[in-house]
């Protein structure tokens, strides 16, 4: 299909307010644009008065009398699973996902620990991976985990070697980067100060980096992650190129505050490695504001400016 595709994520939360803010913001030309939600959704959060009829929709199933602002449940969650899967299945240009609840999907028994996952299980062929990487301007970090708990991160040599790897791959063939230059976060304090505060940088992240460096990966030692990213924020607000084209984080929020704190709103939240890229807002579903009208668009538009710019 030629044609990105649009999800407005779980139908109790924000994702169809914003998408339908975005939309008229952005004005899209209804060639560039399918819907993948459902009409009784999009006309429930519509008070951006959007035409929706004039873009492409495809509907799954949904009951009117399911929609409860503010509530996680089973018809959410499967309405959210139903979405990716049929986005899945016509195989557009790109993805653009509105934020879901992990606990609706996983009451509605898809045990999934987000979209990411999601998307792998079904667009994944040939050992591809799904990365996550989030992306702001030039400011760009790749996550090495995702949603795990801190006590059960499981880094390994082969795997930061894989993923940083695949992560050249996505450079150059998306961003047009023949020789990118990355950071690597150290997992402990003060990137583990020689072994006294951790072993995971003397016996994991040295040694893949010594076997990158080896291929000719332009890749950093670890660096300790509360002083790596105070030049990011500078070059990020005054529009100057950074010092690396990506930050590569160990953990979830060692990657997302730097960038959230910066970039707050411009955030996207992209996942790459696969034959199609999807983008998502940095934002959840704010369940807390849902239905009220005042959800701020902002992550969304600039979700559907980047795929439509990726998808090129």
Avoid: W
């Avoid at 505060?197 to 030692?221: M, R």
């Amino acid at each position: 299909m030629d044609k990105i595709a649009i999800l407005t994520g779980d139908p109790n939360g924000i994702g169809a307010e914003v998408t339908l803010k975005a939309l008229n913001i952005l004005k899209l030309s209804p060639d560039k644009v399918v819907l993948i939600s459902n009409s009784d959704v999009l006309k429930f959060y519509n008070n951006s008065s959007v035409d929706i009829n004039k873009y492409e929709l495809i509907e799954i199933p949904y009951d009117k009398f399911d929609i409860t602002p503010g509530e996680v449940t089973a018809q959410a969650g499967e309405f959210s699973f139903l979405s990716l899967k049929k986005a899945c299945e016509i195989k557009p240009k790109a993805i653009v996902t509105g934020p879901v609840a992990k606990n609706a999907l996983h009451l509605a028994g898809f045990n999934f620990n987000g979209q990411t996952e999601v998307l792998q299980k079904y667009l994944s062929h040939n050992g591809q991976l799904a990365e996550m990487l989030f992306i702001a301007g030039n400011f760009r970090i790749l996550l090495l985990t995702r949603h795990c708990p801190l006590k059960e991160i499981n880094l390994t040599r082969e795997i930061v070697i894989r993923k940083v790897e695949n992560l050249v791959k996505t450079f150059k063939e998306i961003f047009k980067i023949e020789n990118p230059k990355f950071a690597l976060c150290g997992l402990n304090p003060h990137a583990g100060e020689d072994g006294i505060l951790g072993k995971e940088e003397t016996e994991i992240l040295i040694p893949a980096v010594e076997y990158l460096q080896d291929e000719g990966i332009n890749i950093t030692y670890p660096k300790p992650s509360d002083t790596l990213f105070i030049n990011a924020s500078k070059y990020y607000h005054n529009g100057e190129k950074d010092d690396y084209d990506c930050y590569i984080a160990c953990y979830h929020d060692q990657g997302l505050i730097p960038i959230k704190t910066v970039a707050g709103e411009r955030t996207v939240n992209t996942t790459v490695g696969l034959d199609v890229i999807r983008t998502s807002p940095m934002h959840g579903t704010a369940f807390d504001i849902a239905g009220k009208g005042i959800a701020n668009p902002d992550s969304m538009v600039e979700a559907i400016r980047l795929a439509l710019k990726l998808s090129e």
